[in-house]
């Protein structure tokens, strides 16, 4: 499979993580010091423990039905370094309301992004992200 392959296969199982409230399956897929910088208030969360608490704090509050968004990110490009084991996707974001049975509800928020990943040790690990709120 070429990085680019990987890296959406990747990037699909962290949608599905997402979808199906397991943080344990987003694990594997952020590098242990990740960043990410979120899309309204720019908060940045930074390491992979931090990051899974938030994942977590989200899961809960959809389960206890008190809320809780259900986020997609849609690569549109993968750049591969050619001379690094690093790459860049870019593409675009979207969280709805999550809903008791498990489907996604009305839009809420949506914009851009952008990831930085790397292959470490034969697997493509997110290193950082970065998201714009558009709408």
Excluded: H
Aim: proline letters at 4%; hydrophobic letters at 45%; one cysteine or more.
């Amino acid at each position: 499979m070429t990085p680019d392959l990987l890296i959406r296969t990747r990037r699909a199982a962290f949608n599905r993580a997402i979808a199906d409230g397991d943080a344990a399956a987003i694990a594997p897929i952020l590098a242990r010091d990740c960043v990410m910088v979120t899309g309204t208030d720019s908060a940045v969360i930074a390491g992979r423990n931090a990051q899974l608490k938030v994942w977590q704090r989200e899961f809960a509050a959809r389960k206890s039905g008190s809320g809780g968004l259900v986020y997609v990110r849609t690569p549109a490009a993968v750049t591969v370094s050619p001379v690094e084991p690093i790459a860049l996707e870019e593409g675009t974001w979207q969280g709805t309301e999550a809903q008791a049975n498990g489907a996604s509800g009305a839009p809420a928020a949506s914009g851009v992004y952008s990831a930085k990943w790397r292959e470490a040790g034969g697997s493509w690990v997110i290193e950082a992200e970065i998201f714009v709120t558009l709408a």
